[in-house]
DNA sequence: CTGAAAGCGCTTACAG
DNA sequence: CTGAAAGCGCTTACAG
């Protein structure tokens, strides 16, 4: 059988709530016991049992992580595991497992996150995608569910974590412009999303005089799209920058133009450095930099556990332009 | 605060044992009490404290996931997830939670698994990659920590469940031979792994008198390197079928050529149907049934969990050739 | 600064 | 067929 706190406290001729005391580094405990109890603890490899605790102190000490309801894009789209990875770091710091709730469609997602709440395995949820109507996200406000959204919601009890998506079109417009642009044609997924129309605000937002710019939207949102976009593209004149709101668009774009002329650049808006197309890609581009995304909604999320009564926090994680 | 078994009992007018045994639906219960605790439970909300049952019972009801060392796989290679995917079918069907281990670097991965195991988070695990000398499979087989393996190794005591590679070799030759193909080219991944060299011994197996065969491993493991071989691959004489035994080398090579007149098909093994490049690839493959090997893995676990003293198993998944 | 005791919410022999 | 009691391994007031 594993070593108990009880077997620690015999050793160390002490009784178990020092023990406990020691394991907290409560600072009642004289330094001198503290050492002894820890020297103790490292002999007999000792670990706490995270059931028991969690039972004292009706924690899980864990978190779930929501993915959006059309999960194909799970599969798919480096998005999730990119956020994921830096929530993960997060976590693992601070003493929490990560739950996925990754079955296949809505309802036995529902039903799953429920379980996961009802019956304690999780303290708090992460929603990886934005959107108010959501039943999960109806069912955690309802349940009082400490959690936090990565990406906008126009509501403001609810804390969330997001890319600042009009500095994100600001930055590219003001660097386009210093490499002499003239024209911008703007290719873009559904504009029921709002990174998508945030982006092409920011853009317009500085836009000088001279500038011509051209808006084609809604083009749908898989690399097929961008993919049949090609024909169309390539109709733009030489003098063109061509800026893409949407990653998976661009990499069907990208997949499309990559064996022949590539007369403009494609400028998008990119999860992470290390995409699939990174080889083939030699456009400069705009670092949404998900990982620290992540790290911020695990860190609001992790300090609503720790004070119930925070005031909900809505932050913005920047944006970089990178030169290749 | 939450409902507890006490309530129940209280309000079904029976004792707290009594409504245990009616959520572990214990034959000594009389069918009447069953219909009422039930009902009451039903009435109340009431769900079990995962924290208290677990403590009782000394266990997680919780897996945890162990990723290879060369992480960066794991983000872009569709065979983690989609194995996830099927892991995740049986492990919510039998109420275990997946935990991740996706930290930076084997040594980080390393102490987050000794700690999911001591603090007792999880009952077991599950490896995605076969390698033997692997230190973390090492510290399972030491801990005597019931494990399984997706993946092959020459180990009669280990569990692990694989897909048949060398069938898959056997079915691409006789469906090739069938179509009239009397040249074959295997452009194959690294030849350390196993899966590569079991994939062409079985298509050496097949091969008929007059079948021509050429070779050409080792050639890399990235999109990339695929991409590159697109110069010696367009030399081969129109006759050859191309057969790569690497999924991610065959979809560089797919985006290299898809520009040009692709002159020969390009036949591979694929995780998933819905990779991100069928809207280019018309050609036939090979479905590797990766769901299905992670629904073996999981169900392997779990019996390994249920019963102490199981004969470990190895067990082999069938692959199926798809026609476009 | 430290200990004895109660309790977290369950399960499981043991009795009857 | 059902209940009372002990116990899983911790934490945390309460005493001293």
Redesign the interface.
Known sequence: M?VTIKDVAKRANVAPSTVSRVISDNPAISDATKEKVRQVMDEM?Y??????R??VSQK?N?IGIVIPSEN?D???N?FF??A??GI??VA?EGGY????S???GIE?RFK?VK??V????VDGLIFLYADEEDPIMKFARKEKVPFTVIGSIDHPDINYVDNNNFQAGQIVADQLIEMGYKKFHILGGNTEFRHITDRELGIRDRLVNDIELTVDNDIGFT??DG?RTYDKIAQLDKETALIVTDETIADGLI??S???INTFPIITYRT?G?H?FS??DNNCYIDLNTVELGVQAMENLEKQLLNQKMAPEQKFVDVSWVEV
Chains 1, 2 share one sequence.
């Open positions: 594993a490899n670990r706490p049992n995270v059931n028991a969690n039972l899980a864990a194909e799970f599969y798919e480096p595991l990119t994921l990875r993960n770091d693992v497992s990560i739950l996925l990754i079955g296949d036995e799953h379980q996961l009802f019956e304690k395995r690399m097929e993919y997949l499309a990559c064996q022949k992470t290390q699939a080889f083939i």
